[in-house]
């Protein structure tokens, strides 16, 4: 399974950006990650394979929504209310389990990244 992760860009701080990430092959649980310059990766957001069940890190609750097209194998990450400290490296990722996690080792597959920077 090839993941190929788009939307990403430069906005102002409290604008809106919407991620996506289409999958070659059928996927099941999927998660979002976003590594920040010289910081580890980090866990945003996942959603099982029914889409019924979610998690998000604290830091984005209520600002970023977690959703998916399984008839188009595909995911999506709704921010809105960016901040500066948003900015990062958003990677989506996929795990052949139907339950979602919020663990980066339990993810299977990767894309290869999209820039997101929000200026003050």
């Known amino acids: 399974v090839q993941l190929q992760a788009s939307g990403g860009g430069l906005v102002q701080a409290g604008d809106s950006l919407r991620l996506s990430c289409a999958a070659s092959?059928?996927?099941?649980?999927m998660g979002w990650f976003r590594q920040a310059p010289g910081k580890e990766r980090k866990f945003v957001a996942a959603?099982?394979?029914?889409?019924?069940?979610?998690y998000y890190a604290d830091s984005v609750k209520g600002r970023f929504t977690i959703s998916r097209d399984n008839a188009k194998n595909t995911v999506y990450l709704q921010m809105n209310s960016l901040k500066p400290e948003d900015t990062a490296v958003y990677y989506c990722?996929?795990?052949?389990?139907?339950?979602?996690?919020?663990?980066?080792?339990?993810?299977?597959?990767w894309g290869q990244g999209t820039q997101v920077t929000v200026s003050s």
């Open positions: 959603i099982n394979w029914s889409g019924d069940s979610t």
């Open positions: 990722a996929a795990r052949r389990l139907a339950s979602s996690s919020t663990q980066e080792i339990s993810y299977d597959y």
């Open positions: 092959g059928r996927t099941f649980s």
